[in-house]
């Protein structure tokens, strides 16, 4: 299955867009974008789903408190009637508004892009002690553009000229202010109208990006709030699509729940993580379930990694393989006691397992889930 970019048509994936370049064709199979929660009467999250659920929904996407304007990545199967459903798990009678952005969507045949996975690395890091990628800090109103294309000397972690999107993770540190950051392929004119991260002050916050390439292979960030003030933007990539049928081709599953290293399930993982220690979890041949399985022959996989009981603020970092020190890229950050999800476009080890690690206060420990949405592999 093929990745083509596409626009904002809403939560009907079918949906007719005036614009052409923006509209989800009938035979589209499974969506990439934005989930954002608005409104929030409770704590809570949201399960977005291809079937209308029967009972809570076993797995989550998005987690949130109260009030807090706070997004999530997806990668998520469709349903056979071009449909998406969304669940918010609160408190009874609670409600919450929801908000979709599409960024693109697969089709089952050879006419989009194929997936290249890369082992995670960071292409930029705005702060002062850094400034990977970009000179400055952003200036709220005043874009931003970054070179993606030709920046790694390791060619097998290169994203090449050819590479018309990429998958990633983008995070805002040292916020002077809340708001959010929106990720596009051009220079915007006026202010975005599609928001990639929503952040209150102060909070280092990240979300992983499916997001299409400007034909000079550059990505423009805007930061958008108060007039004049500031925030600090690092990016780390996880991979890129190419046109034609060089990559991974990608399989939907059933979102489904690998990993909850709580002491009431211990799957996956047999006990919650401590600061500084690895922990090895499987993902291939898990389920006899071949709507929820992936396979042996994966190359990587889509999911969504959440952090819960975090007794210290920190982050967490998922690779391919186990970490010689401290990880050097992020994948979800969080203050103590936060349960905070991020999508994941994650390669897999040869042996089809993943590494988490938790970095924070020396001795503190955090538990840790994994849901998977579906699978790339060759051939």
């Given amino acids: 299955m093929k990745l083509r970019p596409a626009g904002r048509p809403g939560a009907q994936a079918r949906r007719a867009a005036g614009d052409s370049a923006k509209n989800i064709p009938s035979n589209a199979i499974a969506v990439t974008g934005n989930i954002t929660a608005v409104n929030e009467g409770s704590k809570g999250y949201f399960s977005l789903t291809p079937t209308r659920p029967s009972g809570t929904p076993s ?26 459903w969304v669940t918010f798990i609160g408190a009874a009678g609670k409600k919450a508004d929801v908000i979709f952005d599409v960024t693109g969507y697969f089709v089952p045949n050879t006419s989009g892009a194929t997936y290249v996975p890369l082992t995670p690395n960071r292409l930029v890091d705005s702060r002062a002690g850094t400034r990977l990628g970009l000179a400055a800090s952003l200036t709220s109103g005043t874009p931003a553009s970054f070179k993606v294309t030709g920046r790694n000397r390791d060619a097998s972690q290169n994203v090449p000229a050819g590479a018309i999107a990429v998958t990633g993770n983008l995070t805002a540190v040292g916020e002077g202010s809340r708001g ?33 390439l400007g034909s ?5 960030v805007t930061f958008v709030v108060t007039a004049g003030a500031k925030a600090d933007v690092v990016f780390d990539v996880t991979g890129y699509f190419v046109a034609g049928t060089s990559g991974a081709t990608y399989v939907p599953l059933i979102p489904s729940r690998l990993v909850d290293s709580r002491s009431s399930t211990h799957l996956g993982i047999p006990t919650s993580l401590t600061s500084g220690t690895p922990a090895g979890c499987g993902v291939t041949s898990v389920s006899a379930d071949p709507t929820r399985n992936v396979p042996p022959d994966a190359i990587a996989i889509t999911g969504n990694l959440t952090a819960v009981n975090e007794s210290s603020k920190g982050y967490l970092s998922l690779t391919p393989t186990r970490p010689a020190g401290v990880p050097s890229t992020s994948t979800v950050n969080f203050p103590a006691g936060d349960i905070r999800a991020n999508a994941v476009t994650v390669t897999l080890g040869l042996d089809g397992r993943l590494w988490v690690t938790f970095v924070g206060t020396a001795g503190m420990r955090a538990d840790v889930v994994l849901d998977v949405t579906g699978y790339f592999t060759m051939g």
């Fill in 59 to 84: 797995t989550s996407t998005l987690n949130f408190p109260a009030g807090d304007i706070r997004a999530n990545a997806v990668t998520a199967p469709l349903g056979s009637d071009g449909k998406l």
């Fill in 180 to 212: 959010y950051f929106s990720l596009t392929p051009t220079r915007p004119t006026g202010t975005p109208s599609t928001s990639t991260l929503n952040f209150p002050k102060g909070d280092v916050r990240a979300n992983s990006v499916t997001v299409p």
């Fill in 216 to 220: 000079s292979g550059v990505l423009w």
